[in-house]
Every structure is written in structure tokens, then in C-alpha cells.
T-cell receptor, first 113, second 115 residues
Framework: DQQVKQNSPSLSVQEGRISILNCDYTNSMFDYFLWYKKYPAEGPTFLISISSIKDKNEDGRFTVFLNKSAKHLSLHIVPSQPGDSAVYFCAATGGGSNYKLTFGKGTLLTVNP | KAGVTQTPRYLIKTRGQQVTLSCSPISGHRSVSWYQQTPGQGLQFLFEYFSETQRNKGNFPGRFSGRQFSNSRSEMNVSTLELGDSALYLC??????????????FGPGTRLTVL
């Protein structure tokens, strides 16, 4: 049972345009959500997070939106740059002492020059 | 500050063998978590260690085990290897326990191939 789903395995956008990566979750106990970015041959690196008490968090070109009623979050990258090309993982945690991270399967973002 | 290091980077084993992977966290970090990444399942949590104690465990069989030493270095062991254990094994460290609530710093991973 996959509790965090990233339904788009890949996404291709033009440099300078907006990239929107989507993520859905099923576990209503999740209360903290994160995005990680992974380049080939490297480990994932933390990008941005959001608590369930917020609906938006912004950090430079990266904004994460959370829609709790729809159990949906999205990551917006504006403007997209070729260096943003990587696999993006959505992750969630929550449920009292069960604070392990549950990841989605990832979305490969390709930003074309 | 040096990042998380994992050794070896690549490993080839045959079915039935056992394997031990090592992880050295960032200096001062006391929490180490292990993840398995496969194309079909994505990143899956194996376990977290903090101050030499296992704090949390994922849904993996008992063939997967780990430990943490007093210097925070951690090892994970997989016994009786199966073909399906072929994966990238990632280690992540954090200053505190609390798993996903704290930013985790990942190593580059160990690529295990089981033949």
C-alpha cells in the first residue's frame, strides 16, 4: 500500500518556465511533508518542507503548496533552470512516535535549455 | 565539514551470501537512518539508530539488521541475500532523533547487486 504517490514518473519543461511536481498521500496522520532532490550518483538532498498547519512555504525559486482536504501537495519551481534537472522525491512523516519518512517513487525533472 | 560517507560504494554478491554495509555520519550527528532504493518501490525506510539504540524500523524481514557504535558509525547487515535485495542502500544522518521531522543528510549510497 503506497501511502505517498508521485503519479508522474517524468516531467520535461523549458528553461525559464514553471515546473510543477505533484504528490498525493493517503495517510491522514501525516503532518509534515518534505521534498528531496537527487542527482545521479549522489544521495538525496533536502529541498523544502511544509508543516500541515501551513498551506504554503516558499524558499527562493521553490514553493510547496499543501492541500490537506485533497491530501495533495505540489512543488513549484520558478523559473526552472537546467541545473534543476534531477529526480524529485516527495516524502511525509507523522503519527506521533511513528516519525519515519515515507517517500514517493520520485519524478524525473528535465529542464531543457 | 565532511559529509556522510558510505563504504563500499559498489558490491556484488551471490544469492545466499551475507553482506555488511558501513556508514559514517557527519561529525556530531547521532542519528543514522538506512533506506533501500529500488526502481519499483522507490525509497523505503529500513531503520533508524540513535545513540546506539534502534528507534524505528520499517517493514523489512529480519534478514535486514543494523547496529550503531559509540562513535555514531553504523552498519547494516543483510543475511541470506535474495535477488530482490539488489538495490541502492542509502544512509542518512541527522543531529537529532525524530526521523523525518529533522533534515536528513544522505550519503551517496552503496549499490548492491545480487547475482
Amino acid at each position: 500500500d503506497q501511502q505517498v504517490k508521485q503519479n508522474s514518473p517524468s516531467l520535461s519543461v523549458q528553461e525559464g518556465r514553471i515546473s510543477i511536481l505533484n504528490c498525493d498521500y493517503t495517510n491522514s496522520m501525516f503532518d509534515y511533508f518534505l521534498w528531496y532532490k537527487k542527482y545521479p550518483a549522489e544521495g538525496p538532498t533536502f529541498l523544502i518542507s511544509i508543516s500541515s498547519i501551513k498551506d504554503k512555504n516558499e524558499d527562493g525559486r521553490f514553493t510547496v503548496f499543501l492541500n490537506k482536504s485533497a491530501k495533495h501537495l505540489s512543488l513549484h519551481i520558478v523559473p526552472s533552470q537546467p541545473g534543476d534537472s534531477a529526480v524529485y522525491f516527495c516524502a511525509a512523516t507523522g503519527g506521533g512516535s511513528n516519525y519515519k519518512l515515507t517517500f514517493g517513487k520520485g519524478t524525473l525533472l528535465t529542464v531543457n535549455p | 565539514k565532511a559529509g556522510v560517507t558510505q563504504t563500499p560504494r559498489y558490491l556484488i554478491k551471490t544469492r545466499g551470501q551475507q553482506v555488511t554495509l558501513s556508514c559514517s555520519p557527519i561529525s556530531g550527528h547521532r542519528s543514522v537512518s538506512w533506506y533501500q532504493q529500488t526502481p519499483g518501490q522507490g525509497l523505503q525506510f529500513l531503520f533508524e539508530y540513535f545513540s546506539e539504540t534502534q528507534r524505528n524500523k520499517g517493514n523489512f524481514p529480519g534478514r535486514f539488521s543494523g547496529r550503531q557504535f559509540s562513535n555514531s558509525r553504523s552498519e547494516m547487515n543483510v543475511s541470506t541475500l535474495e535477488l530482490g535485495d539488489s538495490a541502492l542502500y542509502l544512509c542518512a544522518s541527522s543531529p537529532f532523533s525524530g526521523g523525518g521531522y529533522n533534515e536528513q543528510f544522505f550519503g551517496p549510497g552503496t549499490r548492491l547487486t545480487v547475482l
